[in-house]
């Protein structure tokens, strides 16, 4: 099978450290060695940047801002994004 999207969602949830950086690790290389999209879930907020291209932050089932990686996290225009880069010490 060669899909052109992967869907994960919360995929690193419940893993230790180590094993959450081996499942990135292997995410990233797949992206790159197949040119596969993921759609990224996660509640880590912590663990996209450097992996996402694109970022949608959700509030209550909404989009509260959307854009690339790293217009939001080093310029979100949101105040819920900001609020939440700033309580996970992003």
């Known amino acids: 099978m060669a899909p ?3 869907v994960a969602d919360e995929v690193t949830s419940a893993l230790d450290p180590d094993n959450e950086a081996e ?3 292997l ?3 797949r992206r790159r060695s197949v ?3 993921i759609l990224y879930i996660t ?3 912590e663990t996209v940047p450097g992996f996402a291209d694109r970022v949608a932050v959700m509030r209550n089932g909404s ?3 959307y854009g690339s990686a790293n217009t ?3 310029n979100p225009q949101s ?3 900001r609020a939440l880069l700033v309580s996970t010490c992003y």
């Open 72 to 74: 939001v996290f080093t």
């Open 63 to 65: 989009i509260q801002e």
């Open 4 to 6: 052109a999207l992967l």
């Open 27 to 29: 995410l990233w290389e």
């Open 79 to 81: 105040e819920y994004t």
């Open 43 to 45: 509640h880590w907020i």
């Open 23 to 25: 499942i990135m690790r």
């Open 35 to 37: 040119g596969i999209s």
